[in-house]
């Protein structure tokens, strides 16, 4: 009883986190269309690390203790999670225009796919016989999520295909973004972990945005662009991370798994309620198994954990 009562908070915790993640992937970072996509993500991570230095401004005294390897594993999850993971997903759903976003968020939940296999390769962690299984059948039931058991046809949606490929590629950012913060937090705590991952995030952003020559994007800004940025800064973008690595902390990564499907589910809804948006049949059976197939894969240790 004692050990439910301490895990309940972490869970929940994730839990909350991805309904975020959930709300702000189908109603919230859509309506920022009007920007350009690297703006977005600059902008994303760097008003919510601006306002973190008023209370966590001690972090950066912590910086002088980091070592060499410290640093490489906060810029992977910076350029990973952070950058090209944050650009692929926004991407993707800019490319759909309020179209298919559940289809967007679900594809990304092939994360574990990448994650294992890339703890695999980094962390030497063995992948029995079964991955490849499960691994397949996940694959297989995202591309009937998104296609049905027709070739993709451009000329009905032109811009799901490329849509569907980034959010495979954000997939696996995000995943690899997982194996390394899981680095990061065996050595420091949530706070820290957050903190540098806006921070250098903000930094590698910059740097895209410049050399894309998209920082005119501050004059293009309408009152409703900047009222979404500062809901999500405070919300979906820092709060929901510090919600989930508190969370991450206190629980095993299997049940975080359980836990995470919250944010597909919960964007489900959310298209339904805010843009009318439903699943057909093969959808909804392509994504149940998709999701088993995910669950498999996260859970059973025999498959790679």
């Known amino acids: 009883m004692i050990k439910n009562k301490i895990l309940l908070p972490g869970a929940l ?45 001690p972090e950066y005294r912590r910086s002088r203790n980091f070592s060499g390897k410290d640093w490489l594993i906060f810029l992977l999850i910076a350029f990973f999670g952070g950058s090209l993971g944050t650009l692929a997903i926004v991407k993707a759903l800019f490319l759909v225009n309020f179209q298919h976003l559940s289809i967007v968020v679900l594809l990304q939940k092939l994360q574990p796919v990448f994650a294992i296999l890339l703890a695999a390769l980094l962390l030497g962690e063995k992948i029995r016989r079964n991955f490849a299984f499960w691994a397949a059948l996940a694959i297989l039931a995202s591309y009937t999520l998104t296609f049905g058991f027709s070739l993709p046809c451009l000329e009905i949606s032109p811009n799901l295909l490329s849509a569907a490929l980034w959010a495979l590629v954000a997939a696996f950012s995000f995943g690899s973004s997982t194996v390394f913060s899981k680095l990061a937090l065996r050595k420091y705590s949530y706070y820290t972990t957050t903190f540098y991952r806006f921070g250098l995030t903000s930094f590698l952003m910059l740097g895209y945005t410049l050399l894309t020559g998209n920082m005119g994007g ?50 489900i809804v959310f298209d339904y309620l805010f843009n009318g948006q439903r699943l057909n049949l093969i959808q909804w059976i392509s994504a149940g198994i998709m999701l088993l197939a995910v669950l498999k894969i996260s859970l059973n240790k025999k498959l790679g954990r």
């Open 13 to 57: 915790a994730v839990i909350l986190a991805a309904i975020a993640w959930g709300f702000d992937g189908v109603f919230l970072t859509p309506r920022l269309f009007n920007l350009e996509v690297g703006f977005v993500v600059f902008i994303l991570h760097l008003l919510p690390f601006l306002l973190m230095q008023i209370f966590l401004y």
């Open 218 to 267: 501050f004059s293009q800004l309408t009152p409703m662009n900047i009222l979404i940025f500062f809901l999500i800064a405070v919300t979906t973008g820092s709060g929901a991370l510090f919600l989930y690595y508190y969370g991450l902390k206190k629980v095993k990564a299997s049940v975080s798994t359980i836990c995470e499907l919250f944010f597909p589910l919960s964007a």
